[in-house]
């Protein structure tokens, strides 16, 4: 830099340091303080998507059949997150739970880092942490040690490829197209990569009247193939349809309809941000315009959309607002610092609040001759039991399971005896472990003649057919009746 652009610049030093300051404060400390949460286990899938990362590294190959459950076992299954179960269960085993914490952190980090790069070129230091505090208000309720997070990254990286194309007004490079390789084989959230694709190359070739069609087609074409490049094969791709087709998903809550008494902040963060949009003046293009629409469609249809729609609104919305630069130093302090920080954040445990998702008491009070026996389970118990060795009757995978058998289990769970009844006789059911939420369940059997509560604590109670000649704990004296 010349003296002269030194005297026209007094404040850039300055703005230099600020600007390191933000990024170590947005793009390291808060998403490392946020993977930290011992809530980002509050999830029964957590255990089930560990365990089949762990069949897998064990068989070397991708389960075809459920080898988990009793009620399923053999049915066909399509495991569509296996490189994000593998990953997650390699973390698992080196350090637990704070393992899958590791892994939380580095995709939370790699997301505001490239959020943070691309935005650093348009807007000050006020709108870019603006940005960063609303989507990580509408992203902390998804922060779970899951495939999607593992995902958010690639989202984000593939939306503002495509953004910078667009704004040098050429195609994005053929490598590109390898993002899509990566997402189709973590998470089946991936046709959403061809929504903002082609949302993104009309606006771009609009801007350029379609000169570079013939690029943004070649690039189309190689990225359409990457995502054919699933190890599932034609299963996996129609996998996504097959879920989303299902009858049954609204009894699931995060594929229920938004609602502002469940996140309020993704509706105060979209309000905040309408009003922006509106006091600007700033005029959308047309296809991210669509995007947006469509995206937000999604997120009102069904919870776990809000995500999507945030990453995709922080990558898109603030660079139509202004041109500023904030500073380039980000890259150095990521490579100097990402891996101290999440080897620290490996090295320090971390264990899951006691609930639902995680009964590591119940699971420990069950006998071992009834471990081997089948029962009826909490729907979030599901995973926790795989984990433990044990076979569910239903567990967070749904979709394998059926619209029918999820119809059936719902009543069920509500108290219906007629149908328990029925699913004892068919399975041979010999226990249960019922969540504490289930009270008219644990009403039933506790006025049985035929069953007999175990064990119970404030998660959930252990109940045993009366005709099972089984000597437990608890006869013995070891398990209370009722954990105080």
């Given amino acids: 830099m010349t003296a002269a652009s030194q005297s026209q610049h007094p404040l850039a030093p300055r703005e230099a340091v600020a600007g390191d300051l933000l990024f170590i ?11 930290s949460s011992s809530h980002n286990f ?3 899938d957590v255990s089930w998507h560990v365990a089949a990362g762990e069949w897998m590294l064990r ?14 076992a053999g049915h066909p299954w399509v495991a569509m997150e296996w490189l994000a179960d593998v990953i997650y269960a390699t973390a698992y085993n080196i350090a637990g739970y704070a393992g899958l914490a590791t892994i939380v952190a ?10 943070f790069l691309h935005l650093q070129r348009h807007v000050g230091p006020l709108a870019l942490t603006a940005t960063f505090i609303g989507l990580d208000l509408v992203l902390v309720p998804f922060i779970l040690a899951r495939p999607h997070v593992l995902v958010w990254p690639i989202l984000a990286g593939w939306t503002v490829l495509l953004l910078r194309a667009a704004e040098a007004k050429r195609a994005p490079p053929l490598w590109g197209a390898l993002i899509m390789l990566a997402w189709t084989n973590l998470h089946g959230s991936f046709p959403l990569g061809a929504l903002i694709g082609a949302a993104l190359a009309f606006d771009a070739l609009t801007a350029t ?5 013939p690029q943004w087609t070649i690039f189309g074409l190689a990225s359409f193939l990457a995502m054919l490049m699933n190890v599932n094969g034609a299963p996996g791709l129609l996998q996504p349809l097959r879920v989303v087709g299902m009858g049954t998903l609204p009894l699931i809550q995060e594929w229920q309809a938004s609602s502002p008494s469940w996140t309020p902040q993704f509706y105060a963060a979209v309000l905040l941000g309408l009003g922006a949009l ?9 296809g991210r315009l669509v995007l947006l629409l469509l995206m937000l469609a999604m997120a009102f249809s069904q919870i776990r959309n ?13 660079p139509l607002f202004g041109t500023r630069s904030v500073t380039r130093g980000g890259f150095a302090i990521l490579g100097v610092a990402t891996l101290p920080l999440l080897a620290l954040r490996a090295a320090i445990p971390i264990t899951p609040v006691e609930n639902a998702s995680n009964p590591r008491h119940l699971i420990a009070a069950v006998p071992r001759e009834l471990r081997s026996q089948p029962v009826f389970n909490g729907y979030t118990f599901g995973g926790p039991l795989i984990l433990a060795g044990i076979k569910p009757y239903i567990d967070g995978r749904s979709e394998m399971y059926g619209d029918a058998f999820v119809t059936d289990y719902s009543e069920i769970i509500r108290g219906d005896a007629a149908r328990f009844n029925r699913a004892v006789r068919r399975y041979g059911i010999r226990w249960t472990m019922l969540p504490a939420s289930n009270g008219r369940l644990i009403a039933v059997l506790d006025l049985s003649p035929n069953w007999r509560r175990i064990y119970a604590d404030r998660v959930g ?4 057919r009366r005709d099972e000649r089984i000597e437990s704990r608890n006869r013995a004296g070891a398990i209370p009746a009722t954990a105080r």
């Avoid at 068989?59 to 399923?72: E, K, L, M, Q």
């Avoid at 580095?106 to 959020?115: F, K």
């Fill in 306 to 318: 809000q995500s999507w729609f945030a990453i995709v609104a922080a990558a898109v919305l603030p």
């Fill in 461 to 464: 109670v252990i109940h045993v």
């Fill in 278 to 286: 509106l006091w600007s003046g700033v005029r959308v293009p047309a």
């Fill in 106 to 115: 580095a995709a939370l980090i790699a997301l505001h880092a490239i959020l």
């Fill in 42 to 44: 509050n999830d029964g």
């Fill in 25 to 35: 404060v947005l793009v390291l400390a808060l998403p490392l303080g946020l993977a």
């Fill in 59 to 72: 068989h070397g190959s991708v389960p075809t059949a459920d080898p988990f459950s009793f009620t399923a």
């Fill in 209 to 213: 009247k379609w000169k570079t069609l």
